[in-house]
């Protein structure tokens, strides 16, 4: 049982945090130094739903497996399946499912450096103007560990490459080769994360189970 996604499948909020992390020093003088320190990751802090009963819908179960998973067991999770949340993650580009389909990574996309170099070359019903992406798209290599997200607007144009600039820097996978992999974009993305808050619970009159705080998970890095 993915456990981490269904309790956030049933979330009432969801806060996300991709901030940099970033220093800050004020001297005496006033004056402001700040320093980015890479690399951004994702932060969620998720409402847990109320209404669970502890005898229904197999949630004991499910209250066993959130104890097993702890915060050490890592899960691959999509925010598309929040409740009323599809709209979340939801591609806003231009190309057809069929061309999305025939993007691939190639090997000018290196680790460390914020943009992706996208062999569009399949994309066979779209023109030059057609949006391959719009700022704030999703999009993740197959089998990365790692989505990310589009800073501009980019159009598909007449080369057989795009460059997307992405909001953080390509996290080297030991062992993964970009060059050839299929691209996830939209709502098909997922985030790999563990929990680092987790709520104790109890039950309360009419069984249901009543959550002592928030849920918060972090993104994994290697």
Known sequence: ???????????TSLTIDKR???????SRGQHLK?????????KFVVSLNPGL???LDGNRGLLEEYDVTGRTTEEQVSLSNVTGSAYLMQYQGGLSASDAGNLTMTAA???GTAAMVIDA????????????????DYIQPI?????????QKVLRGSGTTVNIPISRAVIKETGYTYSGNAVSIGNNCKFTVKMVEQPTYGIIPGRYIQWNGDMALMEVLE
């Open 121 to 136: 070359s399949g994309t066979t019903t779209a023109v030059a103007g057609t949006v391959v992406v719009e700022k704030g």
């Open 1 to 11: 049982m993915a456990v981490i996604q269904t309790l956030l499948n049933g979330a």
């Open 20 to 26: 940099k992390p970033t220093a800050v020093t004020i």
């Open 34 to 42: 700040t320093q980015s320190r890479a690399p951004m990751v994702y």
């Open 143 to 151: 089998n990365s560990r790692y989505p990310y997200q589009a800073t």
């Open 109 to 111: 996309t290196i680790a």
């Open 53 to 55: 009963r502890y005898d």
